[in-house]
């Protein structure tokens, strides 16, 4: 398993951008795709984003597409999460996660390491 911790998160006004961070322990980082997703109160936790080994391909919920943008750098062992235009909805708890191979990518329990979590707050 690798160690993550993400950081980023606070309060922003709906409009408003954010970007959230993820850092990773892994030895060989390269090695693992990551994915983002996200808690609000009462929910379940939901797919948000999730990018391949590489960085070749991503992957978006629909109600994030065209808003937030997920990006790894390999030499640093991070994965990020540009958050744009940002709605009161997407106010949540946001999860890093990782996993030498995803058999879904949209599925939480596909993934077997995660981070505590940063939490994102969007004021109307």
């Known amino acids: 398993q690798v160690q993550l911790v993400e950081s980023g998160g606070g309060l922003v006004q709906a409009g408003g951008s954010l970007r959230l961070s993820c850092a990773a322990s892994?030895?060989?980082?390269?090695?693992?795709?990551m994915g983002w997703f996200r808690q609000a109160p009462g929910k379940e936790r939901e797919f948000v984003a999730a990018?391949?080994?590489?960085?070749?391909?991503?992957f978006y919920a629909n109600s994030v597409r065209g808003r937030f943008i997920i990006s790894r750098d390999n030499a640093k062992n991070t994965v990020s999460l540009q958050m744009n235009v940002l709605k009161p909805e997407d106010t949540a708890a946001y999860y890093c996660?990782?996993?030498?191979?995803?058999?879904?990518?949209?599925?939480?329990?596909?993934?077997?390491?995660w981070g505590l979590g940063t939490h994102v707050t969007v004021s109307s």
């Open positions: 990018i391949t080994w590489s960085g070749g391909s991503t």
């Open positions: 996660a990782a996993d030498l191979n995803p058999s879904d990518w949209r599925t939480p329990s596909a993934y077997t390491s």
């Open positions: 892994a030895h060989t980082f390269s090695n693992y795709a």
